[in-house]
């Protein structure tokens, strides 16, 4: 890998030993993939750490004490808990303060306490072209799929790409790997942003690392292309797609493709979408203990939605009902009067966290000395959240969208 | 990615995620997956590549801390900078793309030798 002369200056530890040790890890990532050089980054987007992993957040706390700041506009990933109201989730209080830590750590970093899997809808909207630096698979194929922003999938490397400003030029940085490698024909009428779920489930299973080409997508709502993102990169590890006609880099189905012709083309009828609520429908029982919506996080239109659906009823008394969504949708809810609709109806608005990543996880419970699963049955709008949670949580699963959610949650049953 | 190691193979034949497929002592959690109750610990991890969130390379950083990492992995389909984000964290060697078709050759249970460095890997029993 050739390094600049101010990529040189930044290894050998003349701007610091912490850029230094930063950019001998993005080196040897460089090297792994043949990567010929280095680019500067115009944003990233990292792991928060997480208490429930031993050892993460002191860590990020050393490097603070050693003078660790990030130098470009960073933002940060879900945690296990909500901060703004803890207790209202029943959250573990040595696993809050840990978190109260974590959020001094990053104010002295310069890093913004976001919490979130969707920071684009926070004013985190990095331009078309530009390389950045993300983590979380949901956000990454968003970035690069409907925004034109380039990024790998990235993880833990993200801290050390905002300590310096730097990443290897490799995988989705490079204009080759962009390129859509299976056409897919769209011939079902999704309805909601849970179909675009579905369809993303069983693509995101057929493609693996591919690049798809939907075709057949007319004008879908932002909601719509988080879900349908989350949901390629759970069953698969899609880090990008080309709508005909609607993303940035696939305004043709020739451009979309690069020039070249698909490796397989994919026709999806209903009854695929079908499947994909049958096969992550794995509860033997109707009864729901646990309702959860905002996976990815809500925006503030789907709150709205939400508390339209719960105006002036009551969730049953022996269901939770979480809605998860991030700080910036919490304070517009709030000021919206849909916060006091969801509370009064009995519900939670959550903020910073998601059950598949948060103290409800199985290893978490274990090592609390609590009895798991927390939940025996969760209805859930999303895919992904399905999808982890039968795994992380031990608990059984029902998709449906968000009006069939709401009347479960009501009803303390699911009626089909 | 360097480093060299000996080891008993675990080969699969799907791709597999770290984050939420395999919990903290190594052991393949996935409702349904076809190698659910396998440990990838200590062994040779032969699959066809990386799937599913972004947290996995957190994971394989996590298991090595616990002293449950894969030995070696290698894939034959895709190479995921995430994971190997992870290897590099973890210090666990890697190989991709083999020339010949190891799923021919290897199978779960047999000894095999990988050379990150040289990107050799050797069925030796």
Redesign the interface.
């Known amino acids: 890998m050739k390094l600049t002369d101010q990529e040189s200056r930044l290894l050998n530890g003349e701007e610091g030993e912490i850029k230094a040790l930063a950019m001998s890890?993005l080196v040897?990532?460089g090297n792994?993939?043949d990567g010929k050089e280095m680019v500067d980054i115009a944003y990233a987007h990292m792991?928060s750490g997480?208490a429930l992993?031993?050892?993460?957040i002191e860590y990020l706390g050393e490097l603070a004490d050693r003078g660790a700041r990030v130098v470009v506009p960073t933002s940060s990933e879900v945690i296990p808990v909500d901060l703004r109201d803890p207790e209202a989730i029943q959250a573990p209080t040595p696993i809050v303060k840990e978190h109260r830590k974590l959020l001094n750590i990053q104010r002295r970093m310069g890093i913004a306490s976001t919490y979130t899997c969707v920071p684009f809808t926070q004013g985190y909207v990095p331009a078309k072209g530009t390389y950045i630096a993300s983590?979380?698979?949901a956000a990454?194929i968003y970035f690069n799929s409907v925004l034109g922003a380039k990024t790998?999938?990235?993880?833990?490397?993200v801290l050390y790409a905002a300590l310096t400003g730097k990443y290897p030029k490799?995988?989705y940085l490079l204009e080759e790997n962009r390129k859509g490698t299976h056409l897919v024909s769209l011939e079902a009428n999704l309805n909601g942003s849970t179909d675009y779920g579905a369809l993303g489930y069983h693509v995101g299973a057929l493609v693996?690392?591919g690049v798809p080409v939907f075709e057949g997508i007319d004008q879908p709502r932002q909601e719509e292309l988080m879900v349908l993102g989350a949901a390629l990169?759970?069953?698969?590890?899609v880090a990008m797609y080309h709508i005909v006609g609607v993303t940035p880099e696939g305004r043709t189905t020739g451009e979309a493709l690069g020039g070249g012709q698909p490796q397989e083309k994919i026709i999806v009828s209903e009854r695929e979408i079908r499947e994909v609520y049958r096969k992550l429908h794995?509860a033997k029982s109707s009864i729901v203990d646990f309702v959860f919506l905002g996976c990815p996080q809500y925006t503030v239109e789907q709150i709205r939605v939400a508390a339209g659906l719960l105006d002036g009823r009551r969730v049953h008394e022996n269901t939770t009902l979480w809605i998860g969504t991030n700080r910036m949708a919490f304070a517009m809810a709030e000021r919206m009067g849909y916060y006091d609709i969801i509370k009064k109806a009995g519900g939670v608005l959550v903020c910073d966290t998601c059950p598949?990543?948060s103290f409800l996880r199985?290893?978490s419970l274990a090592k609390q000395g609590l009895p798991g699963p927390a939940f025996k049955t969760m209805l859930t709008d999303s895919p992904k959240q399905a999808?982890?949670a039968?795994?992380?949580m031990g608990c059984e699963t029902i998709l449906d969208k968000v009006d069939g959610c709401v009347e479960a949650a009501v009803r303390g049953k699911w009626e089909g | 990615m360097p480093g060299k190691a000996v080891g008993e193979a675990l080969v699969l034949r799907e791709p597999i995620s770290f984050q939420g497929e395999i919990d903290e002592e190594g052991f393949i959690v996935a409702a349904g997956h076809p190698y659910a109750g396998e440990n990838v610990s200590t062994k040779i991890l032969i699959y066809p590549e990386a799937k599913g969130s972004s947290g996995g390379c957190m994971m394989l950083r996590l298991l090595a801390k616990r002293g449950k990492k894969p030995a070696a992995i290698v894939n034959t389909r895709n190479l995921d900078a995430n994971l190997v984000e992870g290897a590099i964290l973890a210090d666990i060697p890697m190989l991709c793309y083999p020339e010949k078709d190891p799923y021919d050759i290897i199978s779960t249970g047999d000894r095999v030798e990988v050379d990150g460095e040289t990107g050799i890997l050797v069925k030796m029993s």
């Open positions: 890890y040897k990532l792994a993939f792991s997480s992993r031993e050892g993460e983590m979380e698979s990454i790998n999938r990235c993880g833990y490397f490799i995988g693996g690392s990169a759970t069953s698969g590890t794995t598949m990543l199985l290893d999808k982890y039968n795994n992380t």
